[in-house]
């Protein structure tokens, strides 16, 4: 698959790190910055052009005429939506935008049916997303949708006190309604079996349908208490949506913004919420406004230092919930460790979008990925396929089919029912199918079969 990146920033690079990975797809990317490229080029197997995404020689230089799918990741929307422009009439098959301007959010239907966009992606939306579900399921340390919400795969922190913490899987009686998935020990994900101990510490990723879900965690000693009211730090775009999604879920909302024009803006967007004009990096600012009595904190800053302190100081404070915004990836497993559970970062949100359509485009005739969600940055994936099509696969037990070493067909999904598969369970045409794999891309639901 031939596919041109606009954009080598934190967006664009993610995208070329994972797309770049899968032996079929020749990636290319487009920056004027060169030191960008320098580093992309020293990094990655992909090819990288010098000039503006705009410039219709700089696209024909790319390819653009053969290319499949042109992503434009750069830092303005207005500049997205002209490089898709230019690259749909140059050719291009598919084409997807970055566009974050909340005052393009409620034109984004117009906007793709204009510009011919294949897919508009809003990071600053998409992490709100991602925190209202964190809000939502106070035990989790992520949440991620499956079948269209009916089954739900949740990240739990392990500690010493739990009932499941030394004990093999097999002998847990209490997850037989729900799938341990992966656990994540120290550095290393692994796709369980029956003889895993899970230990202190640990993340675990448990799949299932909600109601379980809520039931197992609240056994095993997690808090489930409804949230009713929450102090948002960083007044900025996703502050903003946050606080409409929480507005439209009752929730109360306390945002702390150091930018004063800031604030007048966000107090006339946002009726229903309490503005304070203040720094939320200050300690006794934040105790004035009564921390320690919120339900959950969520840092929303641009700058990781900050959000991660606040976090910190949340947590020292007793609030139940707290969630940090963080743009880079590579101190997950230490923020972890720190104690602070609760993390979204934007360019993986934004590139699981954009990958689940990629790989759907790369089989649109076959079983499409309908979901995908990378397990502790990119070790593992959790995708969704629905059969639509005869395959070797169907009406076989799946004890008797050779599935390739590091995939577990997690949930099953058919008509109303959720099916936690064993060896003697089939698919069937029509099914949603979860499925575990680790160290594995998978574009089509065939791929996890043995050659």
Known sequence: MKIIIIGDGKVGYNLAENLSREPDNDVTIIDKNAEALRKTIESLDVRCIRGSGVSTKILLEAGVRETDLLIAATSGDEMNMVCCLTAKKLGAEHTIARIRDPEYASEL????????????????????????????????????????????????????GMPITGIPLKDIKKVSSVLIGAVAHDDDVIIPNGETVILPGDLIYIIGRPSRIFRFCSQIGLRTQRIKNVMIVGGGRVAYYLAQYLEEIEIKVKIIEINADRCVELAELLPGALIIHGD????????????????????????????????????????????????????????????????????????????????????????????????????????????????????????????????????????????????????????????????????????????
């Open 109 to 160: 239907s117009q906007i793709k049916a204009d510009l011919g966009l294949d897919l508009v992606i809003n990071p600053e939306r998409a992490v709100a997303s991602e925190i209202v579900k964190l809000l939502e399921f106070p035990s989790a340390s992520s949440v991620e949708m499956f079948a269209e919400s009916r089954v739900e795969m949740v990240e739990i922190k392990v500690s010493a």
């Open 280 to 451: 939320g990096s200050d300690d006794a600012m934040l105790r004035s406004e009564n921390l320690g009595h919120m339900d959950a904190f969520v840092s929303v800053t641009g700058i990781d230092e900050e959000n991660l302190m606040t976090a910190l100081l949340a947590k020292w404070c007793g609030v139940p919930k707290v969630v940090a915004k963080i743009n880079r990836t590579g101190y997950t497993r230490v923020i972890h460790d720190m104690g602070i559970d609760n993390l979204v970062q934007p360019k993986l949100i934004t590139a699981n979008h954009i990958l689940r359509y990629v790989r759907g485009l790369q089989n649109a005739m076959g079983n499409p990925v309908n979901t995908l969600y990378q397990i502790l940055g990119e070790q593992a994936e959790a995708i969704e396929f629905i059969i639509s099509r005869p395959s070797e696969l169907l009406d076989t037990p799946l004890r008797k089919l050779p599935i390739v070493r590091g995939v577990l067909v997690a949930v099953i999904v058919r008509g109303s029912d959720i099916i936690i598969p064993h060896g003697g369970d089939c698919l069937r045409l029509g099914d949603h199918v979860v499925l575990i794999t680790r160290g594995r891309p998978l574009s089509d639901l065939d791929d996890i079969l043995e050659p």
